[in-house]
């Protein structure tokens, strides 16, 4: 690897405890030591790149996902396998038969025995798609690391850890939207870039959250619901339209049907994050999602947020909340026009408008 400091190329020899022998200093992240073979000058590559050359704050989640892109894809993929694994197999039991050597039977029997299991493994889309350092990991095994060595996160990384939804002040105006995002990356993302601030939008963590906010929203003001796609996700949109049919609820998340068919989208496998069977019966219940659609999300797949470009996620999120606002606005004026919101403060004469009414 690189020393991150003077750039010599060190022998695993040279890197005892990860410090340098050449320039004597430590490091944080040696590639043989970590599941994603993570090496600082990558970390700083990779962060300064989805930062969009430090011009944009990143959380911790979107920088997992970048750096563990490569690694899922490699292990949905590995045609190889199975057919090494036939190949290798029929030839032992070839040779088996030939040479008459019984006890090659032993071993070419378990290739083709496991050579089977990962065909149908994959057929079936129970196979790949694991991190090798799932996402909840990343803080310990990573990050960890990194600011024991250097004191903070990397460059341009802000902390996600605690929570990153803002407390709205008691006396703070009332907000214009809600935009509800229950991954705490996204939400650091999105208020270290200012977005919530920008369109006076309150941003929460889930449903019990909006409806705190009710009494100060006005009647048609819009909820905007952020997802992954994923089971969870795909239920949070539907709960939040059900309890409030009198609002605009709007999907601003990753839609399934669309991300499934990018062929450099690349979803990710959760396997203790399977929907339960009550949350499978209820997708199914939807009737909105087809019979491949709803085995994909049975079997534990999803597609992040934190797995859409930064940039691209900020200009997304940043429009559909100004058209919100822009067309709550609207609202808001037509009602002004025809007394709703005026009602029953003092008319302009300053009579009371109860009064004039009668």
């Known amino acids: 690897m690189i020393c991150p400091h003077c750039e010599r190329n060190l022998l695993r020899k040279e890197r005892t405890n990860n410090i340098c022998s050449h320039c004597g200093r430590g490091y944080a992240l040696d590639p043989q030591s970590n599941a994603l073979r993570l090496h600082d000058l990558r970390v700083r590559r990779i962060a300064f790149g989805l930062t969009d050359d430090g011009r944009i704050h990143i959380a911790p989640g979107q920088l997992w996902y970048a ?3 490569k690694r899922i894809r490699e292990a949905k993929g590995a045609p190889g396998c199975v057919g090494a694994a036939f190949s290798v197999g029929a030839l032992l039991t070839l040779g088996a038969l030939v040479f008459a050597v019984p006890f090659l039977l ?4 378990a290739l083709l025995v496991g050579g089977l299991v990962i065909f149908i493994a994959r057929r079936t889309g129970a196979a790949g798609g ?3 350092m799932p996402r909840r990991d990343f803080r310990t095994h990573a990050l960890g690391p990194w600011q024991r060595t250097y004191g903070s996160l990397p460059l341009g990384v802000v902390d996600d850890d605690g929570r990153p939804w803002p407390q709205r002040p008691k006396d703070a105006p009332p907000p214009n939207a809600v935009l509800v995002c229950p ?6 993302f999105l208020v270290a870039d200012g977005l919530p601030d920008r369109h006076g939008i309150a941003l929460v963590r889930g449903p019990e959250h909006v409806r705190a906010l009710l009494p100060d929203l006005s009647p048609r003001g819009p909820v905007l619901v952020l997802h992954d796609a994923d089971a969870p ?3 949070l949109l539907r709960e939040l339209r059900a309890a409030h ?3 605009p609820v709007l999907d601003a998340g990753v839609a399934l049907r669309t991300v499934r068919g990018l062929a450099k989208a690349v979803p990710y496998r959760d396997p203790g994050g399977k929907p339960t069977a009550e949350e499978k019966r209820r997708l199914a219940a939807l009737g909105e999602f087809t019979p491949e659609e709803l085995k994909w999300l049975a079997q534990g797949w999803r597609f992040p947020l934190v797995g859409v470009p930064p940039v691209k996620l900020l200009a997304v999120v940043d429009r559909l909340a100004g058209q919100a606002v822009r067309g709550a606005d609207a609202e808001r004026r037509h009602a002004a026009d025809v007394g709703f919101l005026t009602w029953p403060g003092a008319a302009p004469d300053g009579t009371d408008p109860e009064e004039a009414s009668r």
């Open 183 to 188: 991954d705490p990356s996204i939400a650091a």
């Open 130 to 132: 694991v991190p090798r």
């Open 245 to 247: 049919p009198e609002r």
């Open 106 to 109: 032993l071993p070419a029997g």
């Open 233 to 235: 996700g795909e239920l």
């Open 67 to 69: 750096l563990s892109r």
